[in-house]
């Protein structure tokens, strides 16, 4: 299996920017399926981005179109989340995962079979 860990999470003031990194180590990362959830307390963990093995056509969740970017470094294993202009309803535990079984970008958490611990997104107004 391959081994997530994120960084980059904190907190900011609303309109602010982060980065989020996910390092991976393992099973070959270049095959996977690359996706970032989110989970607010109290609610269900939610697709924000995903990105296919190549890095291109990457996919996100209507409410963060625009301001957040997904991408992939398949040389050094890892895959960032840079979102900018951010809003208190961001605010949320941050999560990324890989799919090794699809080659197209899925948006329900129960296809992806690795994940990493998280990192904690708090956005302040």
């Known amino acids: 299996q391959v081994h997530l860990v994120e960084s980059g999470g904190g907190l900011v003031q609303a309109g602010g920017s982060l980065r989020l990194s996910c390092a991976a180590s393992?099973?070959?990362?270049?095959?996977?399926?690359m996706g970032w959830f989110r989970q607010a307390p109290g609610k269900e963990r939610e697709f924000v981005a995903g990105?296919?093995?190549?890095?291109?056509?990457?996919y996100y969740k209507d409410s963060v179109k625009g301001r957040f970017t997904i991408s992939r470094d398949n040389a050094n294993n890892t895959v960032y989340l840079q979102m900018n202009s951010l809003k208190p309803e961001d605010t949320a535990v941050y999560y990324c995962?890989?799919?090794?079984?699809?080659?197209?970008?899925?948006?329900?958490?129960?296809?992806?079979?690795?994940w990493g611990q998280g990192t904690q997104v708090t956005v302040s107004s």
């Open positions: 393992g099973r070959a990362f270049n095959n996977n399926v």
């Open positions: 990105i296919g093995w190549s890095g291109s056509t990457p």
């Open positions: 995962a890989a799919d090794r079984y699809n080659d197209y970008v899925g948006q329900k958490p129960n296809q992806y079979d690795n």
